[in-house]
C-alpha cells in the first residue's frame, strides 16, 4: 500500500479541507469541459446553459436570464452578445418599452437546442444524477445551497 503524504494525512484529518479540496477539483474539470465544448461545438459551458434557458423560456430579458444563471448583467452581456455573434440568439425589443429587449433562439440556437446535451457539461450532470438516489441528491443540493448562503456573506 503506498504511504500518504503528510499533506494526504492532513486534509484526512481536516474535513473541510477535503470538502474544499472536491471543490476545487470540480471547478477545474467544469472548466475543462466547458473549454473542449468551445472546441468542438463552438459554445462554451455558460453559453450552453444560456442557450438552454431562453430555449425553456423565450422572451427571457437578458435580467431575467442574469437571475435564472446567478450571475451579474455584465457577464451575461458578454455571453448574450456571443450567442448573438453566432447567429443563436437575437434581441427583440420590447415594443412598450424600449430599453428592455427579450431573447430568443434563431433556427439555428433552436437545431442546437433540439440536438441535445451529447458532449456537454449538462450531459454529464444528467448522467452522475441518474446514479444518485434521491435523498442523496437533496441532501447535496442543500449543503450546496448552504454553502452557497455563506460565501454571499464574506
Keep these: 500500500m503506498p504511504t500518504r503524504s503528510k499533506t ?4 484526512a484529518a481536516d474535513p473541510v479541507l477535503l470538502f474544499l479540496r472536491a471543490l476545487w477539483q470540480l471547478e477545474h474539470a467544469l ?14 459551458g455558460p453559453q450552453w446553459f444560456a442557450l438552454r434557458i431562453i430555449g425553456a423560456r423565450p422572451a427571457i430579458s437578458a435580467g431575467e436570464l442574469a437571475a435564472v444563471l446567478h450571475l451579474h448583467p455584465s457577464t ?4 448574450v452578445q456571443r450567442l448573438e455573434a453566432r447567429k443563436l440568439v ?7 418599452d424600449g430599453r428592455v429587449a427579450h431573447l430568443h433562439l434563431t433556427p439555428a440556437g ?5 440536438q441535445g446535451s451529447k458532449g456537454t457539461i449538462e450531459r454529464a450532470a444528467g448522467t452522475t444524477l441518474a446514479r444518485v438516489a434521491a435523498p442523496q441528491l437533496k441532501a447535496t443540493t442543500a449543503l450546496m445551497g448552504q454553502f452557497t448562503d455563506e460565501l454571499m456573506e464574506i
Aim: glycine share 6%.
Design 110 to 114: 433552436s437545431k442546437i437546442n433540439k
Design 90 to 96: 437575437k434581441r427583440v425589443s420590447n415594443s412598450d
Design 8 to 11: 494526504d494525512q492532513a486534509e
Design 31 to 44: 472548466e475543462r469541459a466547458s473549454k473542449r465544448m468551445e472546441n468542438s461545438m463552438g459554445i462554451s
Design 76 to 79: 451575461v452581456t458578454g455571453i
